[in-house]
């Protein structure tokens, strides 16, 4: 009764945007695709905060319900297809019915034993019960690929949370050492003061500098310790029971992310999966609503024992059986069965209406990431160049300024550009590692055949 299931087609690409551009990239090896993906970070902590966060995150707890669930569920509906037998014992005490003249209080008192069986069995004549079956085995399916997708965010978002502490760490290193210049800066200048050579101006230009580097020293703190907060809630424990020291010379690496993506992975993507299983399951619902319009057919047999005498329940003479079958029709509903129908067909096409944009949206993640990391490397290299314009520059404004013949605040602003210039450095090489997150999450497969071929009781 269901409609024959087609995949929902969408037009594909025949290149990313910017294929100009990206072309360099798209033609490169694609690298081999690991699942425990974020360990080509190099980073021990890392990969430890990973594996407890699969062991000990609740979100994907939930998940793991969820999917438990659905595979109950399954089961559930798939007990349908079998018979059901249902068995009843009962004993009656009362008076038994005369003809003659006894007064109610004279009628003599009996007691009946009744033993009885039932068996039902629905004949599945219009694929009823085989199509909710099917429908429910893709709703697990779907349930499983949630998992895995919610497995998949959460590690990302770990990654990128610890990359961003790393982060902090590096910018406070870079402020931390600007501070220990701006307060020999400030020595030197009240020096030249008490010499005569130096203005109070310049004096209190330079406290100006020193105390903006330390306040913004004080907030990085307090991100820092907002991430490691979010990092333990994320691994399923207390901020109290994590400490991630700083590492002065940790060592930051742009892995190399997968650069030739073609569209048949990224249908593999779970939560591209999990949207695909669902149009299956509104597709075969389709069918259980349309076979409401046929009549039910059933298959019932009984069975049954009664006897005044317990110990002689079970004897042939005793024996009442029936077997027929019987066939249910609503010959009016009021429209009900039109309705549920119209409800599948819209359920159907809503679902596929999600999948496509899913896709969609999956298309242009990649091409985001895809663009971000080719333009950042690019800018990268430009503001590298820029560090070293800035650095030569504060050289020639401090000695010219020892000199005599440049002023503090022409060092100031030398001093200023070079931190400027470092920071965005750091910022742009950061956001080349947020983006091959991005990118490893875009294109990661999450399901393995393996995990597939989950034992379902249909196929049992």
């Given at each position: 009764?269901?409609?024959?299931?087609?995949?929902?087609?969408?037009?594909?690409?025949?290149?990313?945007?910017?294929?100009?551009?990206?072309?360099?990239?798209?033609?490169?090896?694609?690298?081999?695709?690991?699942?425990?993906?974020?360990?080509?970070?190099?980073?021990?902590?890392?990969?430890?905060?990973?594996?407890?966060?699969?062991?000990?995150?609740?979100?994907?707890?939930?998940?793991?319900?969820?999917?438990?669930?659905?595979?109950?569920?399954?089961?559930?509906?798939?007990?349908?297809?079998?018979?059901?037998?249902?068995?009843?014992?009962?004993?009656?005490?009362?008076?038994?019915?005369?003809?003659?003249?006894?007064?109610?209080?004279?009628?003599?008192?009996?007691?009946?034993?009744?033993?009885?069986?039932?068996?039902?069995?629905?004949?599945?004549?219009?694929?009823?019960?085989?199509?909710?079956?099917?429908?429910?085995?893709?709703?697990?399916?779907?349930?499983?690929?949630?998992?895995?997708?919610?497995?998949?965010?959460?590690?990302?978002?770990?990654?990128?949370?610890?990359?961003?502490?790393?982060?902090?760490?590096?910018?406070?290193?870079?402020?931390?050492?600007?501070?220990?210049?701006?307060?020999?800066?400030?020595?030197?200048?009240?020096?030249?003061?008490?010499?005569?050579?130096?203005?109070?101006?310049?004096?209190?230009?330079?406290?100006?500098?020193?105390?903006?580097?330390?306040?913004?020293?004080?907030?990085?703190?307090?991100?820092?310790?907002?991430?490691?907060?979010?990092?333990?809630?994320?691994?399923?424990?207390?901020?109290?029971?994590?400490?991630?020291?700083?590492?002065?010379?940790?060592?930051?690496?742009?892995?190399?992310?997968?650069?030739?993506?073609?569209?048949?992975?990224?249908?593999?993507?779970?939560?591209?999966?999990?949207?695909?299983?669902?149009?299956?399951?509104?597709?075969?619902?389709?069918?259980?609503?349309?076979?409401?319009?046929?009549?039910?057919?059933?298959?019932?047999?009984?069975?049954?024992?009664?006897?005044?005498?317990?110990?002689?329940?079970?004897?042939?003479?005793?024996?009442?059986?029936?077997?027929?079958?019987?066939?249910?029709?609503?010959?009016?509903?009021?429209?009900?069965?039109?309705?549920?129908?119209?409800?599948?067909?819209?359920?159907?096409?809503?679902?596929?209406?999600?999948?496509?944009?899913t896709l969609l949206t999956a298309f242009q993640e990649v091409e985001d990431n895809l663009s971000s990391l080719y333009w950042l490397a690019q800018e990268a290299k430009i503001q590298q160049q820029a560090v070293s314009s800035a650095n030569q520059?504060?050289?020639?404004?401090?000695?010219?300024?020892?000199?005599?013949?440049?002023?503090?605040?022409?060092?100031?602003?030398?001093?200023?550009?070079?931190?400027?210039?470092?920071?965005?450095?750091?910022?742009?090489?950061?956001?080349?590692?947020?983006?091959?997150?991005?990118?490893?999450?875009?294109?990661?497969?999450?399901?393995?055949?393996?995990?597939?071929?989950?034992?379902?009781?249909?196929?049992?």
């Amino acid at each position: 009764m269901a409609p024959d299931y087609q995949t929902p087609v969408i037009a594909t690409p025949a290149q990313f945007a910017g294929y100009e551009v990206l072309k360099p990239i798209e033609q490169l090896r694609q690298t081999p695709h690991s699942s425990a993906w974020w360990q080509a970070f190099n980073d021990p902590l890392l990969n430890e905060l990973n594996e407890r966060l699969t062991l000990d995150n609740q979100t994907l707890k939930a998940s793991e319900a969820q999917y438990r669930m659905a595979l109950a569920t399954l089961q559930s509906v798939s007990a349908s297809r079998l018979p059901t037998l249902n068995s009843n014992f009962s004993a009656s005490h009362g008076t038994l019915a005369s003809t003659t003249s006894f007064s109610s209080s004279e009628l003599p008192k009996v007691t009946t034993y009744s033993l009885s069986a039932n068996v039902a069995w629905e004949l599945d004549v219009w694929g009823r019960i085989r199509a909710n079956i099917s429908s429910n085995e893709a709703k697990a399916q779907a349930s499983l690929a949630d998992l895995y997708a919610a497995r998949l965010s959460t590690q990302a978002l770990l990654t990128q949370s610890y990359l961003q502490l790393r982060h902090l760490d590096y910018q406070q290193q870079l402020l931390a050492e600007s501070e220990t210049a701006y307060q020999r800066f400030l020595a030197l200048t009240q020096a030249r003061i008490k010499a005569g050579v130096a203005s109070k101006l310049d004096a209190t230009q330079a406290e100006t500098q020193l105390y903006s580097v330390q306040a913004q020293l004080l907030d990085l703190r307090d991100q820092r310790q907002r991430l490691q907060n979010a990092i333990a809630s994320l691994i399923g424990t207390h901020s109290a029971a994590l400490s991630i020291s700083k590492k002065a010379d940790y060592a930051f690496s742009i892995p190399e992310t997968p650069r030739l993506i073609p569209s048949a992975l990224l249908t593999q993507r779970p939560d591209i999966i999990a949207s695909e299983r669902r149009v299956y399951a509104a597709n075969q619902q389709i069918g259980v609503a349309q076979s409401a319009f046929f009549p039910s057919i059933n298959l019932v047999a009984s069975a049954s024992y009664r006897n005044r005498d317990l110990a002689n329940l079970i004897d042939i003479p005793n024996t009442f059986w029936s077997l027929g079958p019987s066939m249910a029709l609503a010959l009016f509903d009021g429209g009900l069965r039109e309705a549920n129908k119209a409800i599948a067909i819209a359920t159907m096409e809503q679902a596929a209406a999600n999948y496509k944009q899913t896709l969609l949206t999956a298309f242009q993640e990649v091409e985001d990431n895809l663009s971000s990391l080719y333009w950042l490397a690019q800018e990268a290299k430009i503001q590298q160049q820029a560090v070293s314009s800035a650095n030569q520059a504060l050289l020639i404004a401090q000695k010219q300024y020892q000199a005599g013949i440049n002023s503090a605040l022409n060092v100031i602003s030398a001093q200023t550009a070079e931190l400027t210039a470092k920071r965005t450095l750091a910022d742009i090489q950061h956001r080349q590692r947020l983006a091959a997150v991005q990118l490893w999450k875009n294109t990661a497969t999450g399901i393995s055949p393996a995990d597939e071929q989950q034992k379902s009781p249909s196929n049992s």
